[in-house]
């Protein structure tokens, strides 16, 4: 669990509640979509194969200058290789 939580936690992620539910540990958590590409594969390597996750959208949020910087810098460099 600890694994987990603070792989979310280092991807943005917000953990919203820790619950049982079966006797299967569930965690609650919103995160940026862009963070969680390939989660899936990261997840199962963190858990031994075990982890699952879900994912529905909530909402938009502002994106941290610091992210967005790195968007606009990569989105200029494929504009000059085009060119």
Known sequence: ????????????????????KDGTQ???????????FRYSAELRSMTGGRGSFDMDFSRYEI??????QKIIAEAEKVKEEEE
């Open 63 to 68: 994106v941290p200058s610091n992210v967005a």
């Open 1 to 20: 669990m600890g694994d987990v939580t603070g792989d979310l936690s280092h991807k943005r992620g917000h953990i919203l509640g820790l619950e049982n």
């Open 26 to 36: 569930v965690i609650v958590a919103e995160a940026p979509q862009a963070e969680l």
